[in-house]
């Protein structure tokens, strides 16, 4: 990330220690929200395409750009039209990891059918403690929300000594979630080093994307990754951002447009995005 020096007189940053102090957010993080505010930026802004709910009714054909993708985050996960693999977005790189293990960055004309990003910048950093499991390590990150009813983004570094994870296998456009998630591949890491990029949906949102925490990991070497289903560690650096707007880009294709998106996704997004054991 870029980086910026400047003066500034005694009362400002008086004005700006004691806003850290009662917010317990960071200088970067208020800089750069007044910054946003000012210049008439997004921040804190969740930008999603089309809906988890949506994926469960096949609605996987081509919708946005990887290129449009760029303008509203540098962090984020996703899928690739037709379920081809997982997307993980880290550092404005937006990496495809297919259901055969490869992984590669999508060109910017690529176009996807769903999506969440943010331009991410974490409020207040902290150490995880260790933990066994990925509800462990959720309870931890559980500790660091306000609220169940706000959206938040969280990337956790680290070096994880157990990691697995899934990718969902190409399937032809219009084949459920459900269908992707049974065709799924399997990848078990240890002792790899990387991140995890992920989001809490509150309960309410349950057919925008999974409800509660929906995380996707990327290792340093990029040749390792996919949708979290369990992890291990004895430890990492957490930052957890509070996202104050929620910005939909709602799809304009005919099977959107005439999918029956009326129904509860839970039970499907439940079996297809969470361990089969
Ligand atoms: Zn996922």
């Given amino acids: 990330m870029p980086k910026l020096e400047i003066d500034l007189s005694h009362s400002l940053i008086d004005a700006l220690q004691a806003?850290?102090?009662?917010?317990?957010?960071?200088?970067?993080?208020?800089?750069s929200r007044a910054l946003a505010d000012s210049l008439q930026v997004e921040h804190a802004t969740l930008f999603q395409v089309s809906t988890a709910g949506a994926l469960v009714e096949g609605v996987s054909g081509e919708i946005i750009s990887i290129k449009s993708l760029?303008?509203?985050?540098?962090?984020g996960l996703g899928t690739f039209a037709g379920f081809d693999g997982e997307m993980a977005v880290l550092d404005g790189h937006f990496y495809q990891i297919r259901g055969d293990g490869t992984i590669g960055e999508a060109a910017d004309d690529i176009k996807v059918p769903f999506a969440v990003v943010t331009h991410f910048v974490p409020q207040a950093?902290?150490?995880?403690e260790p933990f066994s499991s990925l509800s462990d390590l959720e309870d931890q990150l559980d500790r660091h929300r306000s609220s169940d009813n706000r959206f938040y983004a969280v990337r956790i570094d680290g070096t994880f000594q157990s990691i697995k994870t899934r990718a969902v296998c190409k399937q032809p456009v219009g084949e459920s979630l459900s269908d992707a998630a049974d065709a799924q591949a399997m990848f078990d890491f240890t002792d790899v080093t990387g991140t995890m990029m992920g989001f809490w949906t509150p309960p309410y949102a349950k057919t925008m994307n999974v409800a509660g925490w929906h995380i996707h990991f990327l290792s340093d070497d990029r040749t390792k990754g996919g949708h979290l289903l369990d992890c291990a560690a004895r430890g990492g650096a957490a930052g957890i951002e509070t996202l104050s707007d929620f910005r939909v880009a709602i799809p304009e294709t005919a099977a959107f447009l005439k999918a029956d998106l009326g129904g509860d996704p839970t039970a499907a997004l439940d079996k297809a995005e969470r361990d089969p054991g």
Avoid: A, N, S
Wanted: proline share 4%.
């Fill in 19 to 31: 806003e850290r102090r009662l917010t317990g957010e960071t200088v970067e993080h208020i800089v």
């Fill in 70 to 75: 760029k303008e509203h985050g540098d962090f």
């Fill in 125 to 128: 950093p902290f150490d995880l």
